[in-house]
Each structure stands twice: as structure tokens, then as C-alpha cells.
T-cell receptor
Framework: DAKTTQPNSMESNEEEPVHLPCNHSTISGTDYIHWYRQLPSQGPEYVIHGLTSNVNNRMASLAIAEDRKSSTLILHRATLRDAAVYYCILRLSGYALNFGKGTSLLVTP | GAVVSQHPSRVICKSGTSVKIECRSLDFQATTMFWYRQFPKKSLMLMATSNEGSKATYEQGVEKDKFLINHASLTLSTLTVTSAHPEDSSFYIC??????????????FGPGTRLTVL
């Protein structure tokens, strides 16, 4: 499986944008880039996914580098409820998710 | 979004007993369900992939005779931890994917089951 590299932790102020980076230099042409997040003692929650083009949804935006070797999850205005572990995962369509260590996001008032 | 439930949310049992955990997709039919395990402060580890009507596929190092998975319908999968021991204490999470109603690119996770073996 292609691997992803994320910072262990990041910190943001409330109501400011947050850019969560992910490196995936060994990504293959058929790998989708998925982002999930997990709040304490809860199951993961889907955030966004993309293949080649940038994507936007109500939760976040996903910016994918032109060579696809890196991507950035953008939370436009962080709230305290966005404090979670964010996982960047490469996945073939229909296959299981292999979770790495993720980035623990701390949001301060 | 689609909803996945798990029951029970937490269970405490004695060593040597068996525990069954249910995972249900409430508003969609899931062709595939996945079972994960998560130890404290660690990431999720995939245990097995289950397709409706067929045998589960287990990840390397996961004992299929200890962790019995049944996926008898498109809305229900069960995980039975047989002869549980304290080292099996963990947070067990299921997810569901597939079906005509939802995108196959998105997995929906249950809230998890906290198992404590005394």
C-alpha cells in the first residue's frame, strides 16, 4: 500500500483557517486521496476525498498537488468541534481504509 | 449521510467468555463491511473485510477462529470475540460501504464498541 506522511500534531486558533498537509510520494494513478477525522471515543467520520482535481464540500476543501504527491485538507474556519485526529488515506475504490497515525488538531479559543 | 449503528456501545466481560458485537447499516444496504480495532492512543487497525453472503477476509495476524465474523444480510454484520482475554480489551469499530444508495468511495463508521475483559 502507498503510504502517507502527516505531522503528528497541529494547533490552530478558533475561527482561523487550518491547512493540514499530507505527503504521499508513492501514490499510484488509481489511488484516491481520502480524509477522515476521529473525535475522542467515536468512530471516524468521512471528511472529503479526491482523485486529481481539487474538491470542496460543506465540511472542507481538498487541494491536490499537480503531481499528486501531496495534498492539503483545508478547514476554512476552525471551530472547537473540529478538534480531532485527521487521517489522510490512500485507497483504491471499494477497498478498505488503512489508517496511519494521523494529525491531532488542537483548536484553541 | 448514511448511518451505521453498533451494539453494544460498551461491554465488560470475564476472561474466557465470548462477546458478540453487532454492526447495522440503518438506511442503506452495505455490500461490504469492515471491522477495525483500536488500542488506546493508537490508530485503527483493519481486522477483516466482510462481504454479504461470503466468508470474511482476515488481515495477517488476526485469528479467524478467535474473531468470528458473520455477514448474513446487507444490513447486519456481527463480530464475535471468542474466549476473550484481557489483551482483547479494545475499541472495536465497524464500517460499511457499497450498495446502490451511496457512493462506494465513502465508508460510514459505527460509533464503536468498548470491550473490557476482566
Amino acid at each position: 500500500d502507498a503510504k502517507t506522511t502527516q505531522p503528528n500534531s497541529m494547533e490552530s486558533n478558533e475561527e482561523e483557517p487550518v491547512h493540514l498537509p499530507c505527503n504521499h510520494s508513492t501514490i499510484s494513478g488509481t489511488d484516491y486521496i481520502h480524509w477522515y477525522r476521529q473525535l475522542p471515543s467515536q468512530g471516524p467520520e468521512y471528511v472529503i476525498h479526491g482523485l486529481t482535481s481539487n474538491v470542496n464540500n460543506r465540511m472542507a476543501s481538498l487541494a491536490i498537488a499537480e503531481d499528486r504527491k501531496s495534498s492539503t485538507l483545508i478547514l476554512h474556519r476552525a471551530t472547537l468541534r473540529d478538534a480531532a485526529v485527521y487521517y489522510c488515506i490512500l485507497r483504491l475504490s471499494g477497498y478498505a481504509l488503512n489508517f496511519g497515525k494521523g494529525t491531532s488538531l488542537l483548536v484553541t479559543p | 449521510g448514511a448511518v451505521v449503528s453498533q451494539h453494544p456501545s460498551r461491554v465488560i466481560c470475564k476472561s474466557g467468555t465470548s462477546v458478540k458485537i453487532e454492526c447495522r447499516s440503518l438506511d442503506f444496504q452495505a455490500t461490504t463491511m469492515f471491522w477495525y480495532r483500536q488500542f488506546p492512543k493508537k490508530s485503527l487497525m483493519l481486522m477483516a473485510t466482510s462481504n454479504e453472503g461470503s466468508k470474511a477476509t482476515y488481515e495477517q495476524g488476526v485469528e479467524k477462529d478467535k474473531f468470528l465474523i458473520n455477514h448474513a444480510s446487507l444490513t447486519l454484520s456481527t463480530l464475535t470475540v471468542t474466549s476473550a482475554h484481557p489483551e482483547d480489551s479494545s475499541f472495536y469499530i465497524c464500517s460499511a460501504a457499497g450498495g446502490a444508495e451511496i457512493s462506494y468511495n465513502e465508508q460510514f463508521f459505527g460509533p464503536g464498541t468498548r470491550l473490557t475483559v476482566l
